[in-house]
Structures are given as structure tokens and as C-alpha cells.
């Protein structure tokens, strides 16, 4: 029996059915082999390539004549192959017109989608997916966007394999940055609030936040024209101080100090919900740390009566985590005061006793791949049960040419600011192609909508997560090139040309008879690897950018035959019905492929 690598489209899964009864036909002595599929070279005759190598091997014969048994028998068996070679222990093979009429008959969106989720063996098991994930202290900002959009992108993907996803989030409602934020406003604020203000309640607060670091740099600037040198500022800054003591008195329930916190925090979480619903984004399950650290406080606690932690000299709190190549860490500050991985502690067993998830997600950016090592082991070290199902889906920070951002300095791009540039900016690429005639003012509103939104999805999504990246506003938008427009206005282009068209039946062809020219094969032959860009069969697979490559480089072949073949001109009418069925099913490709990145697909453009 064969292992089949990789999950393939339904025309492949028939080559590989055939290929199989082909040799173990011919060589009954072989046991299990892989049968590898490949992509033809350019530089080679065929739509799909076979790699000999491990045939051969179980066979102990030379890869090139093995080349010509399989091809020599495959089309003596007339099983929709109509041509062979072999270059160097590669089969390169011929279908059909016939076969290709038939795949594209049978080929569709939601018998792939099934079939995926039929062949993996994973279906079934929950996963919880943390994104976004923000501090209370400032408004989402261009990392976040990244963050989230990897986050909702993956939970698609997972769905459509046939995981069962629950979409969470953990809001950083506490400790010092959020004081910083608090203290700044209280000092300065003179009662400021968004209403009085006119400003989205995460900007307001984020704008204290700016101004505590001012604050902090005006005194550790006095402190050094004193004498003291720079760390003994920074350290002896007094109003680090107070932050410190706010800290402690919002842990120990002072009613004047929560009492700030909710107001502050409700102005965040408010402005946060606006800008989630711009973007379709929603949590099943929201986390705060504000709840989740006392738990975590009881995991610590019995972590260190089994003896799996210890104390300091001055009381704090700690693991020795050399065993996992990294050093001891700090799991609650001397005067009881937890840390950031203390929550965190708190917020895994909890994640667990809602839901009884098998697997969980984390998606951080790489700056804390440290910090997520360090919880995993202690996890481990404490004998969790889920501790075998977790994962940091790390990525790489978004930098603008400008430089890195910092939200203490002020230097972010806050994510509402580029929305709204992102829209401007699609209005006036597609004004100024002309295009806009027979649109009322609401479908032109949503239109500059979707493809703003749509090509800040895209430029985020289409590179590698653990790749840091360079955010071009301008790049982005651009309606040629590897960009959102470009494939939504190949989706668009495609609608266009079945209105046109007229055909309710687009599988109403006959399979002989036809011709296919060298474009519209070139395009089935992408097509149908659909099922294989979308697959998860493991966390290497956590990656949307390659549903972007894939649909990129399937919108770029329906250019390559739009260019190059007559669609609707022609007098043939099952050629006709044929290359319109190949643009409809091209079309719903494309379609599904946008909507696993979040991104709408507009019929008009």
C-alpha cells in the first residue's frame, strides 16, 4: 500500500489511485511506498510530475526505467493520460482534455472542504487560539493588526480542516503599565474623559501613557543633573515610586485606585470593541488578568508546596528552569505582587477547565519567545495536562520605513489612524482608474471599505509569521503585484465575465471535443491544489501566507488566460461553456481563499 504525500485534490487523488494499481500490478513483491507529486518544471513538457526515485528504490530498478514502465502502462491503460517523459527520475505526465473536463466538473469548493476535513486525522479536536491580547494602557497599534489578523486567519483555517475552534483573548488590565497610564492622568488629566474630550476612549488613555514617559524622563533627567548616575535615576525616579505603590494598593482592593482603573479601563475596552468590529473580529471568551492573577497566585503556591519552586531571602518566589536551557524565573515579587507570568500560570488552567481544549495557541510576537518557553516548562514542571498541546505562533515585529515603533514615545501607528488612511487611499487608486461609473455613493463607500481593509489584510498576511516585515501604506494598495486589489479585482473581473455570460449551468459541457490551450491547463493545474494550500496536518502549517501565495499566484494565472484566451469569444458554445465553468470555479477559489484571510470579495470593482 502507498503513504500518499501530500493531501491532494480529487484529479491527483486519481493519479496517485491509478499510479498505485499500476505498479503494485507490475511489481506485487513491493510493500509501502511514497508517491510523491510534484509541479511540473517550466522548462519541461507536462501538468504534473511524479518523483521516481522511491518507486525505483522499492522496486531496485533505475529511475528512468521505472519512468517508462509507469508511463508506457498508464497510457496503455486509457486513464486520461495522453503523453509522457521522463528527465531524470521524474515522470512527467500528460492529462487528458477529457480528464481535465471531467476534474473540472467535479471540482468543487465544498466537496474539497470535505474531503480536507474527511482526510485529517486531527478533525474533531478543540483548539484554543489567544490573539490580540492588548494592554489597557493604549489603543491597538500595527502589531496588533498583525497579531490579529494572523489569529483569525488560523482560526478559519483550522475550522475549515474540521477543528473545532474557540477564538479567545487576554486583556492586560493590570499592573505597572497600566498605573503608569493612571497616575499620568490623575496628575495631568484634570478630569478629562472621552465625552469631554471628543477623543475614542483607547487614544485618550493611550495619550497619558506618552505622558507618563515624559514625565518619568523629566525626573531621571534632574536626578542625573544631581549626581546620580543614569540607572540610579531611572531607578530612584519618584515617580516610579507612586507607580509602585499604586500597584500594591490596587492589589490590596483600595477602592479610590479601582475605582480610576474601571473608569479607565472601561474607556479602552470600549474603544477596543469599535475597532474589533471594523475589522469582523470576535472572541467566544475574553481573559483579564485582573481575574486570572489570583489563580495563578494558587498555582504558584502549589507548585512551591510540592516543592517544584522555592524561596529567596527576600521572600519572592521562584523556578530553576536550567533544565530547559534557560534561567531561574521570577513567579511572585517579594511583596506578593505577581508578574506577568503568574497570570499567565492562570489563564492556562483556565483555558483548560472551560473548555477541555486539546490544543492551545498563542499567538505572541517574538519579542516573548523567551517568556512563552518559560511557561511552557513551568507547565510542564507542574504536571498540566495540556501541556503537550501548546504552541506559540511567534511573529516577526512590523517596522514602517520609518523605524521601529514604540508606544511609550508616541511613535506607534495607531490601528483606527491606518484604517482610515488605508480606506483614503483606496478611494483615490480606484477614482483614478475611472472605474466607478453605474455606483450609488453607498456602494462606492463600501467599496473603498473592502479594498482598503482587504489590501492592509493582505500585505500583513502574505509573509512568513516569523519573518519581521516593512509596512508600505502605499505598496499595499497598489491594484498590480502581488496585493489584495489585484485578487480582489481578479475575483470582481471573473463575476463580470459570468454576467456576461449568461449560463446557469456552468457544468454544462460536453467532456469531448474540446480544446485547452496551454494557459487554461497552466491554470487547472494550480486550481486543484487547493485542498493542499489550505491543509493543516501540523503546526508547521499554522501559516495564512500560504493561502495568500497560493491565491496570488492563482489570481496571476486567470490573468495569464485572460490575456491570452478569447473567454467569451468564441464560437464553439461547449468551449464557451467550458472556459466560463473554468472562470466560475476559479472564481469561488479565489472567493474561499479571501475568506480565509478575512478578507471580502466585491462582484464590482
Known amino acids: 500500500m502507498s503513504q500518499i504525500i501530500p493531501q491532494t485534490s480529487g484529479l491527483n487523488d486519481w493519479l496517485i489511485s491509478s499510479i498505485e494499481d499500476c505498479v503494485q500490478s507490475l511489481f506485487p513483491e513491493i510493500g509501502d511506498f511514497p508517491i510523491l507529486i510534484l509541479d511540473t518544471h517550466r522548462d519541461f513538457q507536462g501538468d504534473i510530475t511524479l518523483n521516481i526515485f522511491p518507486v525505483a528504490k522499492a522496486a531496485k530498478m533505475p529511475p528512468e526505467k521505472m519512468g517508462e ?6 497510457l496503455a491503460a486509457n486513464c486520461g493520460i495522453a503523453a509522457w517523459n521522463v528527465v531524470k527520475g521524474f515522470l512527467n505526465l500528460t492529462y487528458t482534455t477529457e480528464r481535465w473536463a ?26 484554543l487560539v489567544e490573539f490580540s491580547s492588548p494592554n489597557t494602557n493604549k489603543p491597538l497599534h500595527l502589531g496588533h493588526l498583525r497579531n490579529i489578523f494572523l489569529g483569525e486567519s488560523l482560526c478559519r483555517m483550522l475550522e475549515a480542516n474540521g477543528f473545532e475552534v474557540i477564538r479567545a483573548t487576554l486583556v492586560n488590565d493590570r499592573g505597572v503599565h497600566i498605573c503608569k497610564s493612571m497616575l499620568a492622568w490623575m496628575k495631568e488629566g484634570q478630569g478629562e474623559t472621552p465625552e469631554s474630550s471628543g477623543i475614542k476612549g483607547d487614544h485618550l488613555v493611550g495619550k ?3 505622558r507618563y514617559e515624559k514625565l518619568f524622563r523629566e525626573e531621571v533627567r534632574q536626578l542625573v543633573e544631581s549626581g546620580k548616575t543614569q540607572e540610579e535615576a531611572e531607578a530612584q525616579a519618584p515617580i516610579l515610586a507612586e507607580v509602585r ?8 482592593g483600595d477602592e479610590s485606585v479601582l475605582s480610576i482603573w474601571r473608569t479607565m479601563n472601561g474607556w479602552v475596552l470600549k474603544g477596543f470593541e469599535e475597532t474589533y468590529n471594523r475589522l469582523n473580529i470576535h472572541f467566544d471568551k475574553t481573559y483579564y488578568e485582573s481575574q486570572t492573577y ?32 534557560l534561567d531561574e524565573k521570577l513567579l511572585l515579587r517579594a511583596d506578593g505582587t505577581s508578574v506577568y507570568i503568574t497570570q499567565d500560570l492562570g489563564t492556562a488552567r483556565l483555558k483548560f477547565e472551560d473548555f477541555n481544549i486539546d490544543r492551545s495557541v498563542y499567538v505572541i510576537g517574538n519579542e516573548q519567545e523567551h517568556q512563552m518557553k518559560a511557561l511552557f516548562a513551568i507547565l510542564t514542571i507542574l504536571g498540566e495536562s495540556y501541556s503537550d498541546g501548546l504552541y506559540h505562533l511567534s511573529y516577526g515585529m512590523v517596522e514602517l520605513p520609518s523605524g521601529k515603533m514604540k508606544s511609550r514615545e508616541g511613535t506607534v501607528v495607531d490601528a483606527d ?11 483615490e487608486k480606484t477614482l483614478a482608474l475611472g472605474k466607478t461609473q453605474g455606483f450609488s455613493e453607498e456602494e462606492l463607500h463600501s ?15 502574505k509573509v512568513d509569521p516569523v519573518k519581521g516585515m516593512l509596512f508600505n501604506p502605499e505598496e499595499s494598495v497598489d491594484f498590480k503585484g502581488n496585493t489584495g486589489p489585484f485578487i480582489q479585482y481578479s475575483f470582481a473581473r471573473i463575476q463580470s465575465l459570468i454576467r456576461k455570460a449568461g449560463l446557469p449551468n456552468v457544468d454544462d459541457f460536453s467532456r469531448v471535443g474540446l480544446e485547452l490551450s496551454d494557459s487554461e491547463r497552466f491554470l487547472m493545474c494550480h486550481l486543484i491544489k487547493f485542498r493542499e494550500a489550505i491543509q493543516i496536518l501540523s503546526t508547521k502549517d499554522y501559516d495564512p501566507g500560504r493561502i495568500a501565495n497560493y491565491v496570488y499566484e492563482l489570481a496571476s494565472r486567470f490573468g495569464r488566460f485572460y490575456n491570452e484566451v478569447p473567454v467569451l469569444k468564441v464560437d464553439n458554445e461547449n468551449q ?3 472556459r466560463v465553468a473554468l472562470c466560475y470555479k476559479t472564481g469561488t477559489i479565489i472567493q474561499e481563499c479571501l475568506r480565509l484571510l478575512g478578507i471580502n470579495a466585491p462582484e464590482r470593482m
Request: negative net charge; without cysteine; charged residues 20%.
Open 69 to 74: 514502465i509507469i508511463g508506457n502502462s498508464l
Open 102 to 127: 471531467t476534474t473540472l466538473m467535479e471540482f468543487d469548493v465544498q466537496y474539497e472542504l470535505t474531503a480536507l476535513q474527511l482526510g485529517n486525522p486531527f478533525a474533531g479536536e478543540k483548539v
Open 208 to 210: 497619558y501613557y506618552v
Open 245 to 252: 505603590t499604586m500597584l500594591t494598593q490596587w492589589e490590596a
Open 294 to 325: 489570583l489563580l495563578g497566585k494558587e498555582v504558584v503556591e502549589q507548585g512551591l508546596q510540592k516543592g517544584l519552586f522555592f524561596h529567596k531571602e527576600n521572600g519572592s518566589i521562584w523556578v530553576d528552569l536550567k533544565q530547559w536551557k
Open 417 to 427: 489612524d491606518l484604517m482610515y488612511e488605508m480606506i483614503q487611499m483606496a478611494e
Open 447 to 461: 467599496l473603498y471599505q473592502t479594498l482598503g481593509l482587504g489590501a492592509l489584510r493582505y500585505f500583513l498576511l
Open 576 to 578: 464557451l461553456k467550458f
